[in-house]
């Protein structure tokens, strides 16, 4: 139970760590904007043509009397919009990460950098192009993963009494799982960690992971929110990363905290 606190002591950390140091701070606002640009663009386009694709797609329906044909695509096009909400909400973070490939690495790197006793940080030593390659093809099999915990977690969720208490809060934890699986890969594939020892590491302490992703994933649920959230969330996800690797964190004192980092 204690690393479940701590967990969300990490999140924290992160938190004021990009707080007290503003340019890594703006920096890192800028992935998360240009992502939150794309989705709404997307779901805006989906609202204005979302009609449209479903007329098209159901022909069979053309000749039906109403009110049944207005009713039978005005229901699959509400599907159809909230499925693309929930994919935006569910791969919003993966994309995220991807789009701020350079910016996270950097923000990462610096956090590395000013908790370390000697002051320095890892270093992959992997041409860019690489290190996007690696980040990709794992959140990747990591949303693969996640959909398939989800269409298990979708189906317990017809039992009776069951699938309306117990199954939302193990999802909430699952989203945990693999939110800070997504964020602390950052740091631990600059590291040379593979996406294997990544989870049986997280595996490892999942009480430390679900304190730090699980409150994180409910504030996620709000894309809007998590891109003001992103910057501290790769701070704190660094700091849980040299813990779970068992790395020495200098002690800050007030002075050390307040000064800046060079960029």
Do not use: C
């Amino acid at each position: 139970m204690r690393d479940l606190g701590v967990g969300f002591g990490y999140l924290l950390k992160g938190q004021r760590w990009v707080g007290r140091h503003g340019r890594q701070f703006g920096f890192g606002l800028l992935p998360g904007l240009i992502t939150l640009v794309m989705y709404a663009a997307a779901l805006v386009a989906l609202a204005i043509w979302g009609a449209d694709f479903v007329a098209w797609a159901t022909p069979f329906a053309d000749d039906w009397s109403s009110p049944w044909q207005g009713l039978f695509r005005g229901f699959l096009t509400a599907v159809l919009f909230a499925l693309g909400l929930l994919g935006a909400v569910l791969t919003f973070t993966a994309v995220t990460l991807l789009v701020g490939q350079p910016f996270y690495e950097n923000l990462s790197e610096k956090v590395d950098a000013d908790v370390s006793p000697d002051g320095t940080a890892p270093e992959s030593g992997l041409p860019f192009w690489r290190e996007l390659w690696i980040s990709a093809r794992d959140s990747l099999r990591i949303l693969v993963r996640a959909a398939l915990w989800g269409l298990l977690l979708f189906a317990l969720g017809f039992l009776p009494l069951v699938g309306q208490t117990v199954v939302p809060v193990i999802g909430f934890f699952v989203t945990g799982f693999f939110l800070t699986e997504e964020l602390t890969a950052v740091a631990l594939q600059r590291r040379g960690v593979d996406l294997r020892a990544r989870l049986t590491l997280l595996r490892s302490r999942r009480s430390l992971v679900w304190g730090f992703g699980t409150p994180l994933g409910l504030v996620f649920l709000v894309p809007f929110v998590a891109v003001f959230l992103m910057p501290g969330a790769v701070a704190g996800a660094t700091l849980l990363a040299r813990d779970l690797l068992g790395e020495e964190t200098a002690a800050e004192d007030d002075e050390r905290a307040d000064e800046p980092v060079s960029s």
